[in-house]
């Protein structure tokens, strides 16, 4: 509670995502949302597995050409998502 300065809740609710562990939960919820928006509809329809632990992402792919093409793209994959998640959320994609 303060005296001097009143908070809007926006801003309160804007410093509280900010916080390295909420922003990283909150990045972890949007993951299917985010590995959707970067391999795209089809992939990620062939897709039956999305799982993150301990900062490695697990992904289980249908089609065997297209996991193959995913695991030579490990690295971009990679990056594509922190870039998007705004913070280092993965350290290494493992394609299945």
Same mark, same amino acid.
């Given at each position: 509670?303060? $005296? !001097?300065?009143? %908070?809007?809740?926006?801003?309160? /609710? &804007? ?10 939960? +909150? ?14 509809? $089809? !992939?990620?329809? %062939?897709?039956?597995?999305?799982? /993150? &632990? ?10 065997? +050409? ?31």
């Amino acid at each position: 509670m303060r $005296r !001097t300065k009143t %908070l809007l809740m926006g801003d309160l /609710l &804007e410093e509280f995502f900010k916080r390295p562990y909420v922003a990283a939960k +909150v990045a972890e919820g949007k993951l299917p949302d985010t590995w959707r928006a970067i391999v795209g509809e $089809r !992939t990620a329809d %062939l897709t039956t597995e999305l799982r /993150l &632990e301990r900062h490695i992402l697990y992904v289980r792919i249908q089609s065997s +050409v297209l996991r193959s093409e995913l695991f030579y793209r490990r690295d971009a994959l990679r990056d594509a998502i922190n870039r998007h998640a705004g913070l280092r959320l993965v350290h290494a994609v493992i394609i299945r």
